[in-house]
């Protein structure tokens, strides 16, 4: 059996996947921990970021008034306080800090997708598909922990809550990596039979 040499590992279709991934996974990664950084006053600070196109905070925001909607559907008088908590009526809260918003996970799916060579337009549907699960799971995440919280239950008696948003939303990533990935198949074999006719 012959090992494969330097060039044939480098012209590999599945080692040319795995370092755009890793480039756009790290890339988006670090982007958000730098960002996050020049948006909170001391160091790098920046009050134009921070106050016109700070996308962290806006998706902070949308996920607590998700779950807002979502408490209010279920019958829990809720309102979204300085845009860091999200409070009942009765007094209790949730407050959402910069590792609850799931920006480690949507840098997970937006370079898993972009790294394939599908056309643009797939690319971007399936990076938003994935976005809205995780943003969706995260809304429910933030609405049952105050639920749990005004009804005195403890959400973290079997997992802590962090731990168990990331192995649902993986879990969810996972499928829809599968069905990715055979819809992928699927397009690529209808490609070889048209161009086999």
Request: some cysteine.
């Amino acid at each position: 059996m012959r090992l494969m040499s330097t060039n044939d590992i480098i012209k590999n279709p599945g080692f040319i996947f795995i370092v755009k991934f890793l480039i756009l996974f790290l890339g988006f990664h670090y982007f958000n921990e730098f960002f996050i950084g020049v948006t909170a006053p001391g160091g790098l600070y920046s009050p134009f970021l921070e106050h016109h196109l700070n996308y962290v905070a806006w998706l902070r925001s949308a996920v607590l008034h998700g779950a807002d909607f979502i408490c209010d559907t279920l019958g829990y008088k809720t309102y979204v306080q300085n845009t860091y908590f999200l409070r009942s009526v009765t007094g209790h809260g949730v407050r959402m800090v910069y590792s609850c918003i799931g920006l480690g996970i949507m840098s997970f799916w937006a370079g898993f997708v972009l790294a394939h060579t599908n056309p643009w337009k797939k690319k971007v549907f399936w990076t938003l598909l994935g976005l809205l699960v995780i943003f969706i799971i995260n809304c429910f995440r933030v609405a049952i922990i105050l639920i749990a919280t005004v009804n005195d239950r403890n959400i973290n008696h079997f997992m802590e809550h962090h731990d168990f948003f990331n192995l649902v939303a993986y879990l969810c990533i996972l499928v829809l990596i599968i069905v990715f990935l055979r819809k992928q198949g699927l397009h690529n074999r209808d490609e070889e039979e048209a161009m086999a006719t």
